[in-house]
């Protein structure tokens, strides 16, 4: 887990997300900044996954009955919602962009995890999972 600064300059359009521990000589100033009272923190991350801000898709994962009951006590995401399938098997849907820290997030699953939508994010997996195994 990582610390992040939330926050956009005077002349940025969208936020930006800061490592903490990157962060090198940092300064106090005498200046401040008003809070943008229209920003929500907890609305601007539940479109994320993580840290990466992307446009966010619809994410379906199918997880398999060895895995359940941790499933159904594990928050992968603020917006997710749960179907406890008559098989045994669980499946997660939720909304938010970050594909490769979704994808680095699936790996810890392995075989009990299964993307079943959209299409985008299979193939950032599967480009993933052929980089490694060229390591191999």
């Known amino acids: 887990e990582y610390t992040y600064l ?3 300059g005077d002349d940025d359009k969208v936020y930006k997300h800061f490592l903490l521990y990157k962060m ?10 008003e809070k943008d009272e ?9 479109k994320a996954f993580g ?7 619809k ?9 359940r ?17 008559p098989d045994g098997t669980t499946t997660v849907t939720f909304e938010a962009g970050g ?3 979704i994808c680095w997030f699936l790996f810890r699953w392995g075989k009990d995890v299964k993307i079943l939508e959209p299409q ?14 060229e390591q191999v």
């Open 6 to 8: 939330v926050a956009k």
């Open 24 to 33: 090198q000589n940092v300064r106090v100033l005498d200046e401040y900044y």
């Open 38 to 46: 229209e920003f929500n923190l907890k609305e601007h991350l539940s």
């Open 51 to 57: 840290a990466f801000q992307e446009h966010p898709m």
């Open 59 to 67: 994410i379906k994962l199918l997880f398999s009955k060895k895995v």
């Open 69 to 85: 009951e941790v499933i159904e006590n594990y928050s992968i995401h603020p917006n997710q919602i749960l179907e406890l399938n």
């Open 99 to 101: 594909a490769y820290e």
């Open 120 to 133: 985008s994010l299979k193939d950032t997996y599967k480009k993933l999972l052929t980089e490694v195994m």
